[in-house]
């Protein structure tokens, strides 16, 4: 499918639980990003990456790795989920025209 | 600290009436604002954007202002429509080249019918 896709779209793990959440963009997009969705804080960067192999913290990394060998794909790991991680995560990507492109979402819960 | 500011976290309007929904920032450095809509269980989408070297920019029923001597950004839809109702974010970047961007909360708005 064209476009930007997130993987899995719901997936409950339990505290300290490594889970990786997939990102796929077919544009070819240089910049991708992972955002966190919370109640009472909108959209928080966790980590972007500029192209592959160059990635960059956000505002909210702690907690959480990624990595971009191919350009096209950028996971997130949650190394040992917390309760607190549990919100919506979004991928996003643009070719640095300025505005950027969305995932579906994925919603983590962690028990 | 939160840079970007939705005070409004929901607005009710009615259908063909105009809606505003409003964003403050705090940085001056901010170059580059966006607005986007977002529906349930679905990713934001991209609705429009001005450059700090403008003070207006129109995309149909949708026009955003920007007064930058207030810090404040405005979307004004005209008119509203059912269609409409969604929660709305703004976001502003800085002169970085890396476009990042700092959203604000969010505002949620409904049309009523």
């Known amino acids: 499918d064209a476009g930007i896709t997130q993987s899995p779209r719901y997936k409950i793990t339990e505290t300290g639980r490594q889970v990786t959440l997939m990102c796929h963009q077919t544009w070819s997009h240089s910049y991708m990003f992972w955002y966190r969705q919370d109640l009472g804080h909108g959209l928080r960067l966790i980590y972007y990456?500029?192209?592959?192999?160059?990635?960059d913290k956000g505002e909210v990394p702690d907690g959480y790795v990624v990595s971009r060998s191919k350009t096209e794909n950028f996971p997130l790991t949650l190394e040992s989920a917390t309760r607190s991680q549990t919100s919506v995560y979004f991928c996003?990507?643009?070719?640095?025209?300025?505005?950027?492109?969305f995932g579906p979402g994925t919603r983590l819960t962690v028990t | 600290d939160q840079q970007v500011k939705q005070n409004s976290p929901s607005l009710s309007v009615q259908e063909g009436r105009i809606s505003i929904l409003n964003c403050d920032y705090t940085?001056?450095?901010?170059?580059?604002f966006l607005w986007y809509k977002k529906y349930p269980a679905e990713g934001p989408t991209f609705l429009i954007s001005?450059?700090?070297?403008?003070d207006k920019n129109e995309d149909g029923r949708f026009t955003v202002f920007l007064n930058k001597s207030a810090k404040h950004l405005s979307l004004h839809i005209v008119p509203s429509q059912p269609g409409d109702s969604a929660v709305y974010f703004c976001?502003?970047?800085?002169?970085?080249?890396?476009?990042?961007?700092?959203f604000g909360t969010g505002t949620r708005l409904k049309v009523l019918a």
């Open positions: 996003a990507s643009t070719s640095g025209t300025g505005e950027q492109y």
């Open positions: 990456s500029a192209a592959a192999d160059i990635t």
């Open positions: 940085n001056s450095m901010f170059d580059y």
């Open positions: 976001a502003a970047s800085l002169p970085s080249g890396t476009y990042k961007y700092i």
């Open positions: 001005i450059s700090s070297i403008k």
